[in-house]
C-alpha cells in the first residue's frame, strides 16, 4: 500500500459526460501528479501541484482540467468525453523535495475510467 | 516521440536465474532514472533509482545499470522469483523539468518454475 488514495476505482460514462477522479496523496507530501495510460501505453504525464499551486503541466487536453485544495488531496476533471478518453488514470504524490531530483514519486491503485 | 524506449514488450525467464530488463533514451537532459513495477489492478511501485552521476546502484536482488554513453540503462534482478512476474517500467527525469516523469511503455516479466 502506496499511502496514495484515488477514487473511484472504475468510472463508466457516455461520450460528451464530465467525470471527477479524486485523489489523496500519502500522508505529508506536497506534491501531486497525474498521468494517464492508454492501452499498451506508457504513463503520460499530465499536470503536476505543489502545495495548491500548478508547477508543471504535461500534454494535457484543455477538455481536462485539476486543481490541489488546501487539505492537499487533489481533482482531475475530464470534460466532453471522448471515446479516446477511456484510460487508466494515476495518481502520484511525492515530498516536494526542494532539488527536486531524489524525490520519488508514489503512485496510488488508479482510476479506470470508460467511456461508451 | 519516444523519449525513452523499452523495445522487449516481454520476457520470460526461468526461477533462481538472472532477469535482464532493458532500456534505451534519447534525451541527454535526463540525469534520474527509476524502475517501477506493476501488478494488475494495481499502481506502479517504485522499486530502485540511479543518478547520472553514478553507474551503478545495488538493492538487494535489484541492480540498476547506466551508460551514459550509450544512453542505455539496465535492471538486472537475481535470483528471479514467482513474485517478480509483473510489467516493469523504466522512467527518466531531468532536473530543469521540476520531476516531470517521462515513462518507457513497459516490459511485462514472467518468471516461471
Known amino acids: 500500500d502506496s499511502g496514495v488514495t484515488q477514487t473511484p476505482k472504475h468510472l463508466i460514462t457516455a461520450t460528451g459526460q464530465r467525470v471527477t477522479l479524486r485523489c489523496s496523496p500519502r500522508?505529508?507530501?506536497?506534491?501531486v501528479y497525474w498521468y494517464q495510460q492508454s492501452l499498451d501505453q506508457g504513463l503520460q504525464f499530465l499536470i503536476q501541484y505543489y502545495n495548491g499551486e500548478e508547477r508543471a503541466k504535461g500534454n494535457i487536453l484543455e477538455r481536462f482540467s485539476a486543481q490541489q485544495f488546501p487539505d492537499l488531496h487533489s481533482e482531475l476533471n475530464l470534460s466532453s468525453l471522448e471515446l479516446g478518453d477511456s484510460a487508466l488514470y494515476f495518481c502520484a504524490s511525492s515530498p516536494g523535495l526542494a532539488g527536486g531530483r531524489s524525490d520519488t514519486q508514489y503512485f496510488g491503485p488508479g482510476t479506470r475510467l470508460t467511456v461508451l | 516521440d519516444q523519449q525513452v524506449k523499452q523495445n522487449s514488450p516481454s520476457l520470460s525467464v526461468q526461477e533462481g536465474r538472472i532477469s535482464i530488463l532493458n532500456c534505451d533514451y534519447t534525451?541527454?537532459?535526463?540525469?534520474?532514472f527509476l524502475w517501477y513495477k506493476k501488478y494488475p489492478a494495481e499502481g506502479p511501485t517504485f522499486l530502485i533509482s540511479i543518478s547520472s552521476i553514478k553507474d551503478k546502484n545495488e538493492d538487494g536482488r535489484f541492480t540498476v545499470f547506466l551508460n551514459k554513453s550509450a544512453k542505455h540503462l539496465s535492471l538486472h534482478i537475481v535470483p528471479s522469483q514467482p513474485g517478480d512476474s509483473a510489467v516493469y517500467f523504466c522512467?527518466?527525469?531531468?532536473?530543469?523539468?521540476?520531476?516531470?516523469?517521462?515513462f518507457g511503455t513497459g516490459t511485462r516479466l514472467q518468471v516461471t518454475l
Open positions: 522512467a527518466a527525469r531531468s532536473t530543469g523539468t521540476a520531476s516531470k516523469l517521462t
Open positions: 534525451n541527454s537532459m535526463f540525469d534520474y
Open positions: 500522508s505529508g507530501d506536497l506534491s
